[in-house]
């Protein structure tokens, strides 16, 4: 495969990188184990940063370009893919944190190439996600340092101007890994345009993935005390503070929750047994009649009622049994 690319025959080369492309994924894919492959993967690219991007990207808006150099175009993307895909695994990552060229190629990318068309996006695209790769362990130069040694200028901008969203993702991501590592902090400012780009981005609460990068460069950008403290004055802190309630409210699992709040059912029943009336005999009515009040009273209900907790008799109830029993005998004796 080493031979392939270096043999300078597009066919040769595009069969070798179709075929690296499929072995990136692997862990088992090591870059130092094929002598002179990474040598071979940044050829491409870099003939894409310093000539192909402005010669033949310029040229193609207004002429197509010829079968050649779209092939050349696409060696130039596919490099930077096995690149960027075979820095996921661990020892690929050492192997190009310690080559020059891995630096200077991203250097040259972020700088040189702006996302004004498909192929440089997609090119920018794959060299921030190959420096996320790297940026956990980089220490950067100093702010003052010359502006093409320092990544953090290019990114900035992307993450604050661009209108690509996975642009926007990966920059900003890779900013929260540079600044994640302490001695880079130095680059933070209170007025940076990823700040600002964070806060605008946090009202898309249905777009996860955007917000909850906002969410971590934010975390990264206030840990520093400096940057507290100015983001203490700063106007949107009123409106950044209600937007995180508003994320944290849309975050809460619902739980349906259910509160019995009725006491003991009493269930009637549907037959009510009726109360029977005991009918005076006419030997209880002459041993009654000639009794004088309360006396007469009192014998009636003996003879009338029996003890029963479960029952009750309403006073109107009582008197229109007595009045009725001994109503018929007014006349002979008064009741009362």
């Known amino acids: 495969m080493v031979l392939s690319l270096c043999s300078g025959i597009d066919s040769e080369i595009g069969w070798a990188l179709d075929r690296l492309i499929r072995l990136c994924n692997n862990e088992r894919f090591v870059l130092k184990e094929i002598p002179g492959l990474t040598e071979a993967l940044f050829e491409w690219p870099f003939w894409y940063v310093k000539d192909g991007a402005h010669t033949l990207t310029g040229r193609s808006s207004l002429f197509a370009l010829s079968r050649d150099e779209e092939r050349w175009i696409r ?21 190009l944190v310690g080559r020059r060229a891995t630096q200077e190629l991203i250097l040259l990318s972020l700088h040189r190439l702006k996302p004004e068309n498909d192929t440089n996006t997609e090119f920018l695209l794959c060299i ?37 969203r996975s642009l926007i993702i990966a920059a900003m991501t890779t900013l929260n890994l540079l600044f994640g590592n302490p001695p880079n902090m130095a680059h933070l ?38 940057m507290s403290k100015a983001f203490l004055l700063n106007p949107e802190l009123p409106s950044t503070l209600r937007l995180l309630v508003l994320i944290i409210l849309s975050e809460q699992v619902e739980e349906t929750v259910s509160v019995d709040i009725s006491g003991q059912v009493f269930t009637a029943p549907v037959e009510v047994e009726a109360m029977k009336e005991h009918v005076l005999s006419q030997e209880e009515l002459d041993h009654l009649l000639p009794m004088p009040e309360p006396q007469r009273c009192f014998e009636w209900m003996k003879v009338m009622f029996e003890l029963n907790p479960e029952s009750e008799v309403t006073q109107v109830e009582f008197w229109n049994l007595y009045r009725d029993a001994f109503n018929p005998y007014s006349e002979r004796r008064p009741q009362w």
């Open 75 to 95: 060696h130039a993307l596919e490099s930077m893919f096995v690149l960027r895909n075979s820095a996921i695994n661990g020892p690929n990552a050492q192997e």
């Open 128 to 164: 921030i996600e190959l420096l996320q790769a790297i940026a956990s362990g980089s220490v950067l130069p100093p702010p003052d340092s010359h502006l093409f040694a320092n990544p953090v200028p290019p990114l900035v901008d992307i993450a604050g101007t661009s209108q690509n």
């Open 189 to 226: 400012t209170p007025d940076s345009p990823t700040l600002a780009a964070a806060i605008r981005y946090l009202p898309l609460v249905n777009d996860k993935p955007l917000v909850d990068t906002c969410l971590n460069y934010l975390y990264t950008h206030l840990s520093h005390p400096a």
